[in-house]
Structures are given as structure tokens and as C-alpha cells.
């Protein structure tokens, strides 16, 4: 902070903020992670940068008054052509300005100069009617200049009157932006063509035969509220691509979007399409898309249509954890800023035999005092040189049925007699140590582990197709770990196997991964895991909205 004060560049009033902030850090209501974030945001030089070159524009807007001094200089280019032209051909000087002063693009500029010193602006509205008979509708004329970008409105019948009404009006669109177009406006007009008995179909028709200036004639709404965007941020759990839904009202005002796109909804004031735009777009036309409530309806009718066809036969006949009202469309979500002291856990998942194991241990060579890994327990005997906190924490079987009742394993199982478990206290202890918690375990402990207090990082690590799961594993003489001696390589039933996994994980849980890994070469797997690691370390990133609320 002394560093910042000393500093003549900082802004007074951005300092003096720095102090209070620190002043009152003991008795503000939030958590070290949000202080560190507005101290580091206040000493950025950005932000000074930023609020330099605001002051500067809101002093310039005070202190001068930009203003044309001319509004005829094309006429004054024009009489300067006539002075010179006598001595173009023997002075070099006036030739060149009399060749400059003719050419196309210096007089395109010297017009729009013209133009805008008068006001001259385009397109002009007719002049309002001096009398106007009281007992006559209120009518408002809007002309928009129509371009390659779309108007951002729809319409729609009326129910009760029959009617073409303004239905929707797209956020960041030219109607939008006109501030003169609005949700239940009757369309009397487009331009000059009456509506009254038309479709919505045969006005859409009149507007795409249209060239240059739109003009409506509107009645206007009796309420006219104003567009309010939302601060919502949502993950999306579907791809969707607008121009083969059926039941879109407009293609033309859709918005595509893939799987894991991280979506800014601006509006959900219609039950059945919210408007959004993909987060970081510079189009700020907003687009439709389907709302939670109707995707959720379609992947029902999807999935029921599917069961009574037995396509998903293979997936659902293991539908032990399969929750039906967990239907993935949408998860809200916000940015998580990288937290010191506190690293979110790796989270490892996949199935058996796709390299988990090897990519952990690898990881975890890197940096042995950086990444740790719970220590599990277990109900058996400890074997000759096994040490009870190191190697397991050995507890009687008793006690772990105890705790597994209790929810205080994330996972457990049972092999040869003998109970085996993680504790989610392990993890935690490891967590607020400050270390890098890598976990691997398996897909039915997401559940638990994905909590605001864990925060973990879930990596999916995928199978390749079967041709390359065999060749790879082979050229590198993998062991089977199906086998308990893993004396063996892998069967072509075990590969199978492994890819079926694959895709009931994938279908129960694909919406819960933050990344996705394909195992093909175990090399390239583990730079991809490294970086991956340093991203969650360093990098904002998008997690559930309840995690930083």
C-alpha cells in the first residue's frame, strides 16, 4: 500500500478508498478471498489507467465544447478548386492539393462533415400534424433504417382483438436500441401498407421486400416497461441449434449454442424462450433460446420416447443412482477467483482401467509438497510394515459402519470382508493445509463431493474408441485391472467393458464435468492434466453461482 501512496501516478480518490478499505477491513462483512480481491482490484494499474482516461473525458466534456466551426466546407472546398485551378499547371503545390481536393473519399469526408455539422440526419420523419383531433388513437411513426442485421423484434395475432402486436423485443437489437419500438405495440402500417387482416407471415413478407427505410406506423402499448437485462450467467448442458427447432417463433432471432457454453441470459420474461447471449460475444443483439422449463419438457418426451423404443436399454438397465429429477438444461454459475492458501481438489473420474490411477501418480511426482492424496481407511488388519496414518488409517469395522452411516465417507466399498473408504474430513484437512488435493475416485461420489465448502475441479478422463484403446494399451503392455494379480493385459471384453462405463458415466454425470481428458496417449494425457492443474491454480473460473454466494 506504501507503494501505491508514494506513487504521484494513482488516482487521490482511488488511494483514499485503499485506506478505508484497510482501515475497515476488521469489521466488513466479508471473507479474506473477496478483501483480496478488491485490494488486488484497486491496486491494479488498469483500473487506474481506466479511471485516468475517464477523468480526462469527463473533463474535456466540461471544459470544452466540441462544436463544427464550419458547416458548408464542401462549398468551400469547391471555391478553393476554383481559385487553384488557373495555377495547377505551373505550380506543383496547387496541383497536388487540386488533385487531392477532387478525390472521391476526401469528399465523401468533407459531405459527412457537412452533414453532421447540420443535422442533416437520416432517415427524416414527417412533420407532426399541427391539428390533431383529440378523440383520434395516438399514433407514432418509427422509420428504421433497415441493414444486414435484423430488426430484433417479432409479432404476433392478437387473441382478442386480431391484431398484429409487437410479441418480443430482442435485447441489443435495432428496435432495442430505438428506444421507440415496445412489447404490445399494435402494428397499423409498414411502409405505407396496411396490416389490418394480415398475418404475421404477410407483414414478415412486406419487411423482407423492403429497401432502406422501414417505416411503422404503431399504437402505441398502454404500459411501456423498460428492457431490464439480467445478471444471470448459466452454464448450458445441450447443444442447440435454432434453425431445425420446429417451434422457435423466429429462426431468424435464434441463438446457437454448444455444450458447456457459458451463456449470459438477459431475459426470462417468457415462460418458454429467454433471451441470451454467449458470455464474452461483442454481438449485443441478444437471441432466443429455449427457456428450463421447455428443454426440461423435451428431454422428457426424448428420454420416454427412447425408453419405449429400448435405444437407452443398454444405459438404464444399471439405473441404480440414476436420478430422473436431475434433468441437466441449465446451472448457474459465476466466476471463482483462485483463492491463496486454498486449492480447489482434482477430481479424477472415470472408468475402471482408463489410467486414473497413473495419471494421479504422475501428477503427484511433480511436486510430491504441492499434491497430497487422502489417506484411506480401512476395517482390516494392517500387513507387516504397514503404518496405521500412512499407508491406511486402520479402524475396526465397527466404527467405519458407524461413520459410512453417518455420511461421513465420500466414498466406500467393500472388498474380500474388509470395508475401504475416503474421508471427506481427510480431504478437508488437506484442502485447509494448503495443499493440492488429487482425488480419484469413483462416479458415484460426485454427489458428495461437489459442494460449495470443497469446490472441487472434476476432470473426466475418456476412453478412446476401441481400435485405439486396444493399440495403445497393448504397445504399452498395460495390466489388466480386472485382474487382482495384474499378471495379465487387457481382454477385448475388457475393453468393452471399459468403453461401456464410459458412456453410462457420461450419460448420469457429463453435466457435472469441468473438463474432459481423452486417454489415447497416457504422454499426451498427463500434459494436458498438467496444464489443466496450473489453470485451477492461477485462472478465474466458472463453478456453480452457490459456490461464491
Known amino acids: 500500500m506504501t507503494a501505491v501512496m508514494a506513487n504521484g501516478n494513482w488516482d487521490p480518490a482511488l488511494s483514499r478508498l485503499l485506506v478505508s478499505l484497510e482501515e475497515a477491513r476488521q469489521v466488513l462483512p466479508s471473507s479474506e478471498e473477496e478483501f483480496g480481491f478488491l485490494s488486488g482490484l484497486l491496486q491494479s494499474k488498469e483500473l487506474h489507467a481506466l479511471v485516468k482516461v475517464h477523468n480526462k473525458i469527463i473533463n474535456n466534456g466540461k471544459d470544452e465544447k466540441f462544436h463544427p466551426t464550419v458547416s458548408n466546407s464542401m462549398q468551400i472546398a469547391l471555391d478553393v478548386l476554383d481559385v487553384i485551378a488557373p495555377k495547377a499547371t505551373s505550380n506543383e503545390d496547387c496541383k497536388n492539393l487540386f488533385i487531392l481536393l477532387q478525390k472521391p473519399h476526401i469528399q465523401g469526408l468533407l459531405c459527412a462533415h457537412d452533414a453532421v455539422a447540420q ?21 407514432k411513426i418509427v422509420q428504421l433504417v433497415k441493414s444486414s442485421e435484423p ?18 423485443i430482442m435485447h441489443g437489437g435495432a428496435a432495442d436500441r ?47 416497461s423498460g428492457l431490464r437485462e ?41 415462460a418458454y424462450w429467454w433471451q441470451a447471449r454467449r ?12 427457456s428450463r422449463a421447455l428443454q426440461e419438457r423435451r428431454i422428457i418426451h426424448e428420454r420416454t420416447q427412447k425408453e419405449k423404443s429400448g435405444d437407452e436399454s443398454k ?30 481438489p482434482l477430481v479424477l473420474i472415470g472408468p475402471p482401467g482408463v489410467g486414473r490411477n497413473e495419471l494421479k501418480r504422475r501428477l503427484i511426482a511433480t511436486d510430491p509438497d504441492k499434491y497430497k492424496t487422502p489417506i484411506p481407511y480401512t476395517s482390516r488388519p494392517p500387513k507387516h510394515g504397514e503404518v496405521n496414518g500412512k499407508d491406511y488409517f486402520f479402524v475396526t469395522r465397527e466404527k467405519m459402519e458407524e461413520d459410512i452411516e453417518a455420511s461421513k465417507f465420500i466414498e466406500f466399498g467393500e472388498y474380500k470382508g474388509n470395508l475401504y473408504g475416503t474421508s471427506a474430513e481427510s480431504v478437508k484437512s488437506l484442502v485447509n493445509a494448503g ?18 465448502q470443497l469446490k472441487p475441479y472434476i476432470i473426466y478422463i475418456k476412453p478412446p474408441t476401441f481400435d485405439i484403446l486396444k493399440e495403445t494399451r497393448n504397445a504399452a503392455y498395460a495390466r489388466s485391472t480386472f485382474d487382482e494379480t495384474n ?21 448420469l454425470y457429463s453435466h457435472l464435468f469441468d473438463e474432459v481428458i481423452v486417454n489415447a496417449d497416457l504422454s499426451v494425457a498427463f500434459e494436458q492434466l498438467v496444464r489443466v492443474a496450473s489453470k485451477v491454480e492461477t485462472e478465474p473460473l466458472w463453478v456453480p453461482a452457490s459456490w461464491v454466494q
Not at 230 to 235: C, G
Open 178 to 224: 430505438s428506444g421507440l419500438i415496445h412489447v404490445g405495440d399494435e402494428v397499423c402500417e409498414v411502409n405505407g401498407i396496411n396490416v389490418e387482416g394480415k398475418t404475421p407471415n404477410d407483414v414478415l413478407k412486406i419487411l423482407q421486400a423492403s429497401e432502406g427505410t422501414i417505416t411503422f406506423k404503431l399504437v402505441p402499448a398502454d404500459s411501456k
Open 435 to 452: 495443499y493440492v488435493c488429487i482425488l480419484n475416485p469413483h462416479y458415484q461420489a460426485l454427489k458428495m463431493l461437489r459442494t460449495p
Open 230 to 270: 439480467s445478471k444471470v450467467r448459466v452454464r448450458a448442458h445441450f447443444d442447440y441449434t435454432s434453425s431445425t427447432d420446429p417451434y422457435i417463433p423466429c429462426k431468424e432471432a435464434g441463438l446457437d449454442f454448444k455444450k458447456g457454453d457459458i451463456l449470459h441470459i438477459v431475459s426470462q420474461d417468457d
Open 279 to 290: 458470455e464474452g460475444d461483442r454481438n449485443m443483439r441478444a437471441g432466443l433460446i429455449p
Open 119 to 139: 443535422k442533416d440526419y437520416f432517415p427524416r420523419l414527417p412533420e407532426i400534424p399541427l391539428e390533431v383531433d383529440e378523440d383520434e388513437e395516438t399514433i
Open 315 to 344: 444405459i438404464m438397465t444399471e439405473n441404480d443412482d440414476f436420478d430422473r429429477e436431475e434433468i441437466a438444461t441449465y446451472e448457474e454459475v459465476a466466476k471463482l477467483y483462485p483463492r491463496p492458501g486454498l486449492q480447489r
Open 487 to 507: 499378471s495379465r493385459g487387457f481382454t477385448d471384453e475388457e475393453f468393452h467393458e471399459i468403453l461401456h462405463s464410459s458412456e453410462r458415466i457420461e450419460f
Open 151 to 168: 430488426l430484433g423484434a417479432t409479432i404476433k395475432t392478437d387473441e382478442q382483438t386480431g391484431k398484429i402486436v409487437i410479441a418480443r
